[in-house]
């Protein structure tokens, strides 16, 4: 398994159908964040990821996305290093914290289990476009 950068032309159209096919609303790619990754094996691409960069010292990994065709086992195993890859690369970058929210009950374990702490719960986002 190897992390590839992210690059819209080639990426977005595999994570838009990969949205779709998971019933969740597809993020417009001009809403991606740029740094972005994509974790592959020799069968092909497993999952995406990206960290949103903020200008105050913490980074937010969101838009996760796993590919529905590929195996449960290698989907689980992309998904922990896509999130190791991101955390770790904004660690490196100087980012003080990094962050995540969701609300899927089994990525929130798998947070805790790659050892994040649990910082809030049972909170509503707000977003004004």
């Known amino acids: 398994m190897r992390p590839i950068a992210f690059i819209t032309d080639i990426h977005y159209p595999m994570i838009d159908e990969w949205f779709k096919a998971r019933k969740y609303k597809p993020v417009p790619k001009e809403l991606l964040p740029p740094t972005g990754v994509v974790m592959e094996s020799d069968s092909g691409p497993l999952c995406a ?37 991101l ?4 660690i490196k970058e100087g980012f003080k914290m990094v ?20 910082s809030d719960e049972n909170v ?4 004004r476009s």
Not at 72 to 77: D, N, P, Q, T, V
Not at 87 to 90: G, I, L, M, T, V
Not at 102 to 111: E, F, I
Not at 124 to 127: I, L, Q, R, V, Y
């Open 49 to 85: 990821g990206f960290l949103a960069k903020t200008d105050y010292g913490v980074a937010l990994i969101g838009h996760l996305v796993t590919n529905p065709n590929a195996d449960k086992i290698s989907r689980r195993m992309a998904l922990d290093r896509v999130i190791t890859e």
């Open 99 to 118: 962050g995540a929210a969701t609300n899927n009950k089994s990525l929130m374990k798998k947070y805790v289990a790659l050892g994040w702490n649990v």
């Open 124 to 127: 509503t986002g707000f977003w």
């Open 87 to 90: 955390s770790d690369r904004a």
